[in-house]
């Protein structure tokens, strides 16, 4: 039989990236290289983790392991990348005027805040789920600055521009979810 340092396998370089993702984000862990080799750093790695989770410490990943690593791993990926992004549901064609209250336009409010803080130009809307005056207002200088019809409308053109805006100008102010 081979000696573990000779195992070299895409479930081990699979097994040394939950790791990693794991001590990214608690840095009590042992951070590894995937390089698919169960060597000495690897056994470390999992005897550690096995310690910290009250597993059996034989630095070998059994299925009992391996389930735990998983477990641990699923939500340490969620906060390595950005945050899930909302998909809202306009149908073709359909345009949210002055007037209209829809639950996308408080969305919409929200993104229009963190745009006015950024951009002078663009007045501070209402928080109210109703497109109102401030609201209409908002829109029109989001849509003039982003090369749109200047309508006051929300509609597909213009949320693609807000989704898009958004993110630049909430990281930009050092504001986090």
Known sequence: MRPPESFISQSIRSLQTMLRVIAERDPSYLTLIPDGIYGPETVRAVSLFQRK??????????????????????????????????????????????????????LAQGMLVVLSDRYSSIGRPSLSGLLDDPTADSLASFQLLTGLPMTGNLDRHTWKHLALHYPLAANLHGKSG
Do not use: F, M, S
């Open 53 to 106: 989770h009250g597993l059996a410490v034989t630095g070998i990943t059994d299925q009992g392991t391996w389930e735990t690593i998983v477990a641990v791993y699923e939500p340490a990926l969620v906060e390595q990348g950005p945050a899930q992004p909302v998909q809202i549901v306009l149908n073709p064609g359909q345009v949210i005027r002055k007037g209209e209250c829809n639950p996308h336009v408080y």
